[in-house]
Nanobody
Framework: VQLQASGGGLVQAGGSLRLSCAAS???????MGWFRQTPGKQRELVAR???????DYSESVKGRFTISRDGAQNTVSLQMNSLKPEDTAVYYC???????????WGQGTLVTVSS
C-alpha cells in the first residue's frame, strides 16, 4: 500500500484548507487518518477514521477539523477550518492494515498558518 497526500499550503489564520489522501494497492485498510509534526516534537494524531466511518479527533482540533473516509475507495480527507498558527505543521497521511508492516505513511504535506 502506498499513500499519496495533497492539499497543503499557506493560509491566514481563520482560513480553511483541505487535505486529501489516496491509497494505492489492494490491501484491506482498517483505519486511515492524519498525523502532524513540528520540528523538535513527536508526531501527533490529528484525526482518524475507521472503514465504517467512525472518527475521533485530538482535543486541539475538535470542532474545527472534519475527517471523511471513503472505505470503498480507500481515500481520506481532512477539512480544516478556523485554522490557527499553532496548526502549522507537516501533516502525514496514515493507514493501518492488518498485515505487517501495519503502519503505512504517506509523504508529508506542509500546512502553514500565518497570523
Amino acid at each position: 500500500v502506498q499513500l499519496q497526500a495533497s492539499g497543503g499550503g499557506l493560509v491566514q489564520a481563520g482560513g480553511s484548507l483541505r487535505l486529501s489522501c489516496a491509497a494505492s494497492g489492494s490491501a484491506f485498510i482498517n483505519i486511515m487518518g492524519w498525523f502532524r509534526q513540528t520540528p523538535g516534537k513527536q508526531r501527533e494524531l490529528v484525526a482518524r477514521s475507521t472503514r465504517g466511518g467512525s472518527a475521533d479527533y485530538s482535543e486541539s482540533v475538535k470542532g474545527r477539523f472534519t475527517i471523511s473516509r471513503d472505505g470503498a475507495q480507500n481515500t481520506v480527507s481532512l477539512q480544516m477550518n478556523s485554522l490557527k498558527p499553532e496548526d502549522t505543521a507537516v501533516y502525514y497521511c496514515w493507514a493501518w492494515v492488518p498485515v505487517s508492516p501495519s503502519n503505512i505513511w504517506g509523504q508529508g504535506t506542509l500546512v502553514t498558518v500565518s497570523s
